[in-house]
Nanobody, 129 residues
Framework: QLQLVESGGGSVQDGGSLRLSCEAS????????MAWIRQVPGKEREFVAA?????????YNGGPAKGRFTISRDNAKSAVYLQMTNLKPEDTAVYYC?????????????????????WGRGTQVTVSP
């Protein structure tokens, strides 16, 4: 079991940048796929990005992150990050860190929210026009 705690959210203006962090506690962090998923109140959760056990295995599914956000991990620190640039007001949401034990290295399909079984409590990102 992993416990996940997000940080780094805040308020920025259109075009600004933020770096979200997720720290995990528990064993075998390096054996988990990790993801960032966001949610706007009243809407369903939306997949942003995932990363496999190796930090060169990333997946964005052509979604909102493409070209602007970068997911990374540091297994030595049991942490995963989301660097967000050129933020837009429509990126305003609660951003959740999620984890799932990696059965393999294929991340396609992880855009399905039901794939992820471990969740943090989220961090709010607000982008003003």
């Amino acid at each position: 079991q992993l416990q996940l705690v997000e940080s780094g959210g805040g308020s920025v203006q259109d075009g600004g940048s933020l770096r979200l962090s997720c720290e995990a506690s528990g064993r075998f962090f390096e054996d988990y796929n990790m993801a960032w998923i966001r949610q706007v109140p009243g809407k369903e959760r939306e997949f942003v990005a995932a990363i496999g056990r190796r930090d060169d295995n990333t997946y964005y599914n052509g979604g909102p992150a493409k070209g602007r956000f970068t997911i990374s991990r540091d297994n030595a620190k049991s942490a995963v990050y989301l660097q967000m640039t050129n933020l837009k007001p429509e990126d305003t949401a609660v951003y959740y860190c999620a984890a799932e034990y990696a059965a393999g290295d294929i991340l396609r399909g992880s855009e399905n929210i039901a794939y992820w079984s471990h969740w943090g409590r989220g961090t709010q990102v607000t982008v003003s026009p």
